[in-house]
Structure formats: structure tokens, C-alpha cells
T-cell receptor, first 110, second 117 residues
Framework: DAGITQSPRHKVTETGTPVTLRCHQTENHRYMYWYRQDPGHGLRLIHYSYGVKDTDKGEVSDGYSVSRSKTEDFLLTLESATSSQTSVYFCAIFGAFGYTFGSGTRLTVV | AQSVTQLGSHVSVSEGALVLLRCNYS??????LFWYVQYPNQGLQLLLK??????LVKGINGFEAEFKKSETSFHLTKPSAHMSDAAEYFCAVSDRRGTGTASKLTFGTGTRLQVTL
């Protein structure tokens, strides 16, 4: 187990509210990623980080922001949640053995 | 830029039959290639990966894949399907990490494998 946990595991929120998802790792890996999974689209990269305070956009970054103030935590924020952001969100780390994924956060925006 | 195409969003095979899941990739640099499996309501589990060296890669649960550069393919096979193989399978490609830049993993849209009696 690469020591990566996501919280919460499930969340239901209302349209227009801010939401923050957390990814925590215990392996001191430099690279961390946020993906979303939707039927018919596979997993798509939202944002990634290559160090503390170093982040960059992925292919579906609109409506999302991220922060990484500590090596172990990578936060994904939906500033104002929309129904199109209902999805399953996966965090990943890249280490010596390749990519390892968290168990996912199922987010429903109503 | 890199991309992955998985041919067939759904594949159905009989138990004991050959499993063949197709994956073609596009990459401007020599790629790392991966196959992941996802069981219902679970995360992604690495089946196998190709980085360098031998082009035939063996993974867990009896799966294997062959990297064919000339065909830009990385098809996943298993000689004999089991009921427990029913899941969704994702092919992915990663660029080789340059100094100071993050490697990124790009996924195909997935193939759902159904195994029937």
C-alpha cells in the first residue's frame, strides 16, 4: 500500500457551494495528481503538482483549483460546484513503482 | 501530446475463451504504457506496465501485453477468461519525465469486459 488516502469518500453538495477534496500521502512523493472519472471518458487529468506550491493545469481544469502547501497534502477545490462536476475523483501519486491511485471520492452536486 | 484509443467499449467473452482488449497509443516521445483494472465501486489496480526492455510484459492474474512500436499498440491478452475477470480495463500512456517536469498519465476511455458462462 503506497499510503494514499482521499477524503471524504462520498459527498453530496448543492449547486453553487464550494467543495474541497483532500488527498493525503505518507510516502513523501513529489508528484501528485487529481483525475475525474466519467462514463465514456475514462479518467481525465484536472490538475497536478510537482512539488510544494508547484502546480499546473490538466486537460479539464476549468472550475477547479488546487493547493499544495505541504508535500503530503494535495487539495482540490470546486469554487462553485455545478452539476457537471458530479463525478468520481481520484488522486494519484507517482513514485518508484509508478502511479498509485487512491480509492476515490464520489461527489454528487444537486 | 499523447493519446490512447481503446477499441470497443464493451467486450463479451465466454469463460475459458481468449481475452483480447485493444489499445493504440500516440506519443511524441518513447512512451511508458500501462493497463489498469477497475472492479465495481473500487479504485484502479495496476495490471502491468511497459517502460523499457522486453516488449512482452506479464502482469497479475495471468494477463500479458505486447508493446509493438511499429503498430503503436499495446493490446492486453489472457489465454483463458475467468468470471472474476469481469471489470473495466483502462489503457494509459505516460510521457517520459523530463528534468523538473511532471510526467502525466493519459487514459483511454475504458473497455468493460463481460465474462459469460
Amino acid at each position: 500500500d503506497a499510503g494514499i488516502t482521499q477524503s471524504p469518500r462520498h459527498k453530496v453538495t448543492e449547486t453553487g457551494t464550494p467543495v474541497t477534496l483532500r488527498c493525503h500521502q505518507t510516502e513523501n512523493h513529489r508528484y501528485m495528481y487529481w483525475y475525474r472519472q466519467d462514463p465514456g471518458h475514462g479518467l481525465r487529468l484536472i490538475h497536478y503538482s510537482y512539488g510544494v506550491k508547484d502546480t499546473d493545469k490538466g486537460e479539464v481544469s476549468d472550475g477547479y483549483s488546487v493547493s499544495r502547501s505541504k508535500t503530503e497534502d494535495f487539495l482540490l477545490t470546486l469554487e462553485s460546484a455545478t452539476s457537471s462536476q458530479t463525478s468520481v475523483y481520484f488522486c494519484a501519486i507517482f513514485g518508484a513503482f509508478g502511479y498509485t491511485f487512491g480509492s476515490g471520492t464520489r461527489l454528487t452536486v444537486v | 501530446a499523447q493519446s490512447v484509443t481503446q477499441l470497443g467499449s464493451h467486450v463479451s467473452v465466454s469463460e475459458g475463451a481468449l481475452v483480447l482488449l485493444r489499445c493504440n497509443y500516440s506519443s511524441s516521445v518513447p512512451p511508458y504504457l500501462f493497463w489498469y483494472v477497475q472492479y465495481p465501486n473500487q479504485g484502479l489496480q495496476l495490471l502491468l506496465k511497459y517502460t523499457t526492455g522486453a516488449t512482452l510484459v506479464k502482469g497479475i492474474n495471468g494477463f500479458e501485453a505486447e508493446f509493438k512500436k511499429s503498430e503503436t499498440s499495446f493490446h492486453l491478452t489472457k489465454p483463458s477468461a475467468h468470471m472474476s475477470d469481469a471489470a473495466e480495463y483502462f489503457c494509459a500512456v505516460s510521457d517520459r519525465r523530463g528534468t523538473g517536469t511532471a510526467s502525466k498519465l493519459t487514459f483511454g476511455t475504458g473497455t468493460r469486459l463481460q465474462v459469460t458462462l
